[in-house]
């Protein structure tokens, strides 16, 4: 059974970065696209980065310039390497795999942008 478990959230201040984790498990192959997604409180799930097989990566434009997105196939897991936080930044994060068909997302982790 797969399983994502992210990592590496937290309270920074604005200007601050952080780096999240997702470690994917029980897969077996590594061609399969990952994102990070991003829901604030009343609002709806939005993309933030995506990353492909071949680690081909699209954000969302108001993330573009600040954050990037990386993976290690060898080890099955992604980051998203946050810089200039801003407050609108806030918002749990959560980890989404696309494998054979199916959408796996992990348990998601609080990233708080405030001084």
């Known amino acids: 059974q797969v399983q994502l478990v992210e990592s590496g959230g937290g309270l920074v201040q604005p200007g601050g970065s952080l780096r999240l984790s997702c470690a994917a498990s029980g897969i077996i192959s590594s061609i399969f696209s990952m994102g990070w997604y991003r829901q604030a409180p009343g609002k709806q799930r939005e993309l933030v980065a995506g990353i492909t097989s071949a680690s081909s990566t699209n954000f969302l434009d108001s993330v573009k310039g600040r954050f990037t997105a990386s993976r290690d196939n060898n080890k099955n897991t992604v980051y998203l390497q946050m810089n200039s936080l801003k407050s609108e930044d806030t918002a749990v994060y959560y980890c989404?795999?696309?494998?054979?068909?199916?959408?796996?997302w992990g348990q998601g982790t609080q990233v708080t942008v405030s001084s």
């Open positions: 989404h795999a696309f494998i054979g068909g199916y959408d796996y």
